[in-house]
């Protein structure tokens, strides 16, 4: 069974979502901790591209659209 995700986990993928390719430090300051992101990374929510920008998985897309 996988854990639920916060609210501040769906807030995160929302904004990786809208903006491709954000900085990890960007996500950081937006109220990210290193155990939500590693979260999202571990369930293949989001993925590390170029070292430190994240993008949304096909995964990732479909929980924002069950989360509608």
């Known amino acids: 069974m996988t854990e ?4 501040r986990q769906l807030m ?3 904004l990786v979502s809208k903006h ?3 900085a990890r430090d960007h ?7 290193e155990a939500d ?4 990374e571990r369930h293949d929510l989001i993925r590390e591209r ?3 920008r994240y993008r949304v998985s096909h995964m990732g897309l ?7």
């Open 27 to 33: 996500l950081l300051k937006a109220g990210a901790t």
């Open 12 to 14: 995160l993928l929302q």
């Open 50 to 52: 170029a070292i430190g």
């Open 37 to 40: 992101l590693t979260y999202l």
């Open 20 to 22: 491709p390719d954000v």
């Open 4 to 7: 639920p995700i916060t609210p």
């Open 62 to 68: 479909a929980v924002l659209k069950r989360s509608l």
